[in-house]
């Protein structure tokens, strides 16, 4: 009987081993050469834009632009050409119109003072958002169960509202926020449109525990090339800005995903993004009138936060 009960624990502590042999090139094989990884997901982004005039340093005007719970679609693909470098190809974009809003506010005075116009679009939709991305990562530190990276990337990002009708609370000569009305909803009152250009440098760290993968990235940049276009329909005036080519944006995305198979997971993650308020000039172009014209230097900026929720599955070969 004693016999029996050693050869059965040899066979189970044989059974064990080959069971933690094949976990451990399970997790390997995550990084081998040669690997894969396709995934696929839904998300949704909120947010807000800002879009700002100056002269001479004082404020003059400042819309926001909002972004509410907009679907997107999720792509990606990963291909490891050797066990210390990933490269990447990802991008999101939205699926149909998303919800938005724009508050347009501008002050006579500068924005010490209260502001003297304003007016309220709740119409507005989400024309344009989407984000494409290319990166290169080396492993510095690659172990069983935690591995720890360098990222070099590049990334388009682009955004487009359209506001229709609206409530105005405006300022005569003689009076303060003395005329107000309303513009009738089938009329465009103003579309506006930002990209960005960015070459970044990023950090990028895994966990590992069972089945579970903790994921951190983080992405900075101080070379961001900012643009926007602004129509004002009802005053036939067009903005082209271009405000610099040296803006700041960081990113942090936290993910966490559960392998269901030894090729198939899935994850959910939140990405924080900001652009941070980038100044240039901007060329208008008043259609009515048939004049063009430039404004000085350091007199538009555009700015940009968002927060992107997701879901998504991933499949290596």
């Given amino acids: 009987m004693k016999a029996r009960n050693t050869w059965a624990l040899l066979g189970l502590v044989a059974l064990g081993q080959e069971a933690l042999a094949h976990a451990h090139v399970t997790e390997e094989q995550r990084f081998e050469a040669g690997d894969v990884e396709v995934s696929v997901g839904l998300g949704l982004l909120n947010g807000q834009a800002k879009e700002k005039a100056y002269y001479e340093g004082e404020k003059l005007s400042q819309l926001n632009w909002d972004l509410k719970q907009v679907p997107t679609l999720h792509l990606g693909v990963t291909f490891h050409p050797s066990e210390w470098l990933s490269l990447d190809a990802r991008g999101w974009t939205q699926m149909g119109k998303g919800r938005g809003h724009m508050k347009d506010y501008d002050w006579i005075d500068g924005e010490d003072e209260p502001w003297t116009h304003y007016s309220d679009h709740p119409d507005t939709k989400v024309q344009k958002a989407w984000q494409a991305e290319f990166a290169a990562t080396v492993w510095a530190l690659k172990r069983e169960d935690m591995a720890f990276g360098a990222m070099l990337g590049y990334q388009r990002s682009e955004f487009g509202w359209e506001a229709r009708g609206g409530e105005f609370t405006y300022s005569s000569e003689n009076g303060f926020r003395d005329i107000s009305g ?68 960081q990113s942090l995305a936290l993910g966490v995903s559960y392998r269901i198979q030894p090729q198939l997971s899935i994850k959910a993650g939140v990405d924080y993004q900001v652009f941070a308020e980038a100044k240039g000039h901007a060329l208008i172009n008043d259609l009515d009138e048939g004049k063009r014209y430039r404004t000085g230097d350091k007199s538009m900026s555009q700015a940009n936060r968002t927060v992107l929720s997701t879901l998504a599955l991933n499949y290596r070969f």
């Fill in 182 to 249: 309303k513009v009738p909803p089938e009329l465009k009152s103003i579309s506006y449109e930002q990209s960005y250009d960015t070459p970044y440098i990023g950090l990028v760290g895994l966990y590992t525990h069972d089945n579970w993968t903790l994921e951190g990235r983080f992405k900075y940049s101080q070379w961001v090339k900012a643009r926007q276009h602004d129509q004002h329909h009802l005053r036939d005036l067009t903005f082209t800005g271009q405000n610099d080519n040296r803006g700041k944006m």
